[in-house]
């Protein structure tokens, strides 16, 4: 491998602010968690439940904010039961894309379409039809509707799956990677702030200006890596494999 041109010290250091979450550390200790796509008290959702640690394509989906620190991951997979709104709790600040395999607090399906967490209500409406549909009230007035992914598409079938990984220097690389390839983006891993810009198929490195280097190797192949340094050049280059997407085209 060619030697990594010098990068200056990553600005990853001035960002940080706030204490790692306990997620965050357990990965820094090497138990980096497979979360899929498409989390109230950050420490009382932090830490993904053990039996899921490795999740598959079962667990994924969209996921959508729907208040209150909670998340609605909505699928429609009629080979796994149909449709299904999995409600998670997730941390403080959490924005879509992020990985969101924290504590389960509900499951609405065709069986159990209603719930309350949190103050919401929760209903899966339409669940025997063509089109269902989340639809929350409670969360600052009025309802919102949710549809759920088309049965057959790729957030549908849980295609997409999210892997968090501690790369130093108070930085969290989320990998993503899907039938669109592989994907990632940068975040403080105290307070979720994203910085540095997305490495993907179309463009596999980040630019000088980032201030620390990162790029894939490998994106339109089978087994795609990210290649990170935090640290400027003369310093070991850490490489973090992308998850298996959860299906294929």
Same mark, same amino acid.
């Given at each position: 491998m060619p030697a990594m041109p010098a990068m200056p010290v990553v600005s990853a250091r001035?960002?940080?602010?706030? =204490?790692?979450t306990a997620s965050v550390l357990l990965t820094? /200790?090497?138990?980096?968690?497979? /979360? %899929?796509?498409?989390?109230?008290?950050?420490?009382?959702?932090?830490?993904p439940a053990a039996a899921e640690a490795t999740a598959d394509a079962r667990y994924a989906g969209k996921a959508v904010a729907i208040g209150k620190d909670l998340v609605a991951v909505l699928r429609d997979d009629p080979g796994a039961g149909?449709?299904?709104?999995w409600i998670r709790?997730?941390? %403080?600040?959490? #924005?879509?894309?992020?990985?969101? /395999?924290?504590?389960?607090?509900?499951?609405?399906? #065709?069986?159990?379409?209603?719930?309350?967490?949190?103050?919401?209500? /929760?209903r899966l409406a339409g669940a025997g039809g063509s089109a269902p549909e989340l639809r929350v009230t409670g969360a600052g007035g009025g309802e919102h509707s949710?549809?759920?992914?088309?049965?057959?598409? =790729?957030?549908?079938?849980?295609?997409?799956?999210?892997?968090?990984? !501690?790369?130093?220097?108070?930085?969290?690389?989320?990998?993503?990677?899907?039938?669109? +390839?592989?994907?990632? !983006? !940068?975040?403080?891993? +105290?307070?979720?702030? #994203?910085f540095g810009g997305v490495?993907?198929?179309?463009? %596999?490195?980040? %630019?000088?200006?980032?201030? !620390?280097l990162a790029r894939i190797v490998g994106p339109d192949g089978s087994a795609p890596r990210l290649l990170t340094t935090m640290e400027g050049g003369g310093h070991p280059v850490g490489t973090t494999a992308f998850p298996e997407p959860g299906c294929r085209k």
């Open positions: 001035r960002h940080r602010r706030t =204490p790692l820094a /200790l090497g138990a980096t968690a497979v /979360l %899929p796509v498409a989390t109230a008290a950050a420490t009382a959702a932090a830490a149909g449709p299904e709104a709790a997730v941390p %403080p600040h959490w #924005r879509s894309g992020d990985a969101y /395999l924290y504590r389960v607090l509900d499951k609405l399906d #065709r069986g159990h379409p209603a719930a309350v967490q949190r103050g919401l209500s /929760l949710y549809p759920l992914p088309k049965a057959g598409t =790729p957030d549908a079938r849980g295609c997409t799956i999210v892997k968090e990984n !501690f790369i130093g220097a108070g930085v969290v690389a989320v990998l993503s990677n899907g039938p669109e +390839g592989p994907s990632a !983006f !940068f975040k403080d891993a +105290g307070d979720g702030t #994203r490495v993907d198929r179309a463009h %596999p490195s980040l %630019p000088r200006s980032a201030g !620390f």
